[in-house]
């Protein structure tokens, strides 16, 4: 039975400080940058596989 609780033991994580990481998505700014990033990356590779991720309408004006 020790032998089960040590292997339990190892494990585990050990939450100290928190890392670089958790330290940059606490911060709204990086988070604001992080989802801009990610929603242009998403666009473009919807854009490259033909895919409109916003709808447009055709203006219906002199030239268009």
Do not use: C, D, W, Y
Not at 5 to 29: D, F, H, S, W
Not at 37 to 54: K, M, N
């Amino acid at each position: 039975m020790k032998e089960i609780e040590g292997k339990k033991e190892e494990r585990e994580v050990k939450r100290g400080e928190p890392g670089a990481l958790e330290k940059v998505t606490r911060n709204p700014i990086a988070r604001q940058v992080g989802n801009t990033i990610a929603r242009e990356l998403t666009r473009g590779l919807l854009g490259v596989l033909g895919i409109r991720s916003t709808t447009r309408r055709r203006s219906r004006g002199l030239f268009g």
